[in-house]
């Protein structure tokens, strides 16, 4: 039995390197995106040999999902901006190779010659062999499984990996749910997005599932949340899937998309972060430490940072997929 | 023991209907005869995987979870090959960049 289950291992992880390989080597960037899909779902199924279902779905959720489907509507976007390159101007002079459209140019024309392998090379077994050194020297220890097993009962929740990211290791996760809002305000700031029309369904099948599957998303996103405090799941998880409900309903929009309200809009993609921070401070305050809780507190601020972040999340993933500020909204 | 044997032949034959689907997929000619061949894999062949699942889990709620998620695959992967059924039918098949 432990025989197949190394032979699994190691076409798994021929499956990994070859799919991340292909991916890189592909000149067909549409091509690229479906492997790199494939990829992620890959590394998911690592993750649950490794015994982290937590961190498995967080990546076939974000990172295959919905970090597959930016990808797939940012090459639609850029094939439309070539074509309007193409057909608009069509003398005009080849652009700067290293002005601002330089990239856009690089990915329609064909790759250049084949150059030497040797520096790519050089560099890989330099990496490699600094990696293979750290692992062999690395200090024997039982790792932090221990300390975090000893401490279960102070930290508020029954699951020892939402015990470490909302509370031992809080910032962590403070921090990460301010990189998604970073990232949205830095695709508001590049543009604006028109109202979005709706798009003619091409038949009863799609509007028929769709109303079948956001309840469900709805339904699935809420538990993953709730279980996130005894078992795997939790709010980036939960956000993911009611993102990726969010994400459904823009792509295949039955009717025009409502523009969104700005102050309630602003309130659920800051809400995260804001009870966070204010959490901490509170902690702070009260003399246990930033981000740190009261024992008999840890419970109930948990589940509250949990269900804004939870929200703000799934917005962020949604405002992000329409990009740039709604137009008109200027509060 | 008859729980894990059902569970053996059970997922056995669902990788059977998974490998035909991804044959065929690879080597039919068109895109439709190569839906037809995955959405077989998808539907029976997975439905295999479930029902020999079924036998292992430790209560109805698991039972209940699994069968979930057999519809929710059933009802994904019946739009989406539908869509892609249609665009072709509309479009003509799908030509890369290059």
Redesign the interface.
């Known amino acids: 039995m432990n025989g197949l289950l190394v032979l699994f291992d190691l076409v798994l992880l021929a499956g990994i390197v070859g799919v991340a390989w292909r991916c890189l080597a592909s000149t067909d960037l549409f091509r690229a995106v479906v492997l790199f899909i494939t990829f992620g779902l890959l590394l998911a199924l690592a993750w649950v040999r490794l015994e982290a279902p937590d961190i498995a779905l967080a990546e076939a959720a974000i990172g295959a999902g919905i970090t597959g489907a930016l990808l797939l509507v940012t090459l639609e976007r850029l094939r439309s901006i070539m074509a309007e390159r193409h057909t608009g101007r069509p003398h005009t002079p080849p652009p700067d190779p290293t002005g601002p459209h330089a990239l856009l140019r690089a990915l329609h024309d064909p790759p250049p010659e084949r150059r030497t392998f040797l520096p790519a090379l050089t560099f890989a077994l330099v990496v490699g062999g600094l990696l293979v050194t750290a692992l062999w020297h690395q200090p024997q220890s039982t790792g932090l499984e221990p300390v975090v097993d000893a401490h279960m009962d102070v930290s508020g929740v029954d699951h020892p990996i939402t015990a470490v990211l909302l509370n031992f290791r809080a910032y962590d996760t403070f921090l990460e749910l301010a990189i998604v809002l970073i990232a949205l305000l830095g695709a508001w700031s590049l543009g604006r997005h028109d109202l979005i029309p709706a798009r003619p369904a091409p038949g009863p099948i799609l509007p028929g599932t769709l109303r079948l599957l956001v309840p469900v998303a709805i339904v699935t996103g809420v538990y993953v949340l709730w279980a996130g405090s005894h078992a795997p799941g939790g709010a980036f998880q939960a956000g993911a899937i009611l993102g990726a409900a969010g994400i459904l309903l823009v792509l295949a929009r039955p009717r025009q998309l409502p523009m969104a309200p700005g102050a309630p809009l602003r309130l659920g993609l800051t809400g995260g972060v804001a009870l966070f921070l204010l959490v901490g401070l509170y902690g702070l305050v009260a003399g246990h430490g930033f981000l740190g809780y009261a024992e008999a507190w840890a419970y109930p601020l948990i589940i509250l940072i949990e269900v804004a972040a939870t929200l703000s999340i799934a917005l962020a993933l949604v405002a992000l997929f329409v990009a740039g500020r709604p137009t008109g909204d200027d509060a | 023991m008859i729980a894990n044997t059902l569970t053996i032949i059970l997922i056995l034959v669902g990788l059977v209907f998974f490998a035909a689907g991804t044959a065929g997929l690879l080597r039919f000619p068109d895109v439709y005869s190569r839906l037809h061949a995955l959405t077989k894999a998808d539907n029976v062949g997975l439905g295999l995987v479930v029902l020999g699942l079924m036998f292992q889990a430790s209560g109805p709620a698991d039972i209940l979870k699994l069968l979930l998620i057999w519809v ?1 695959v059933l ?2 992967g ?2 989406a090959a ?2 892609v059924a ?2 072709t039918w ?1 479009h003509g098949e799908f030509e ?3």
């Open positions: 929710l009802a994904a019946t739009t539908h869509m249609q665009r509309t890369s960049d290059r």
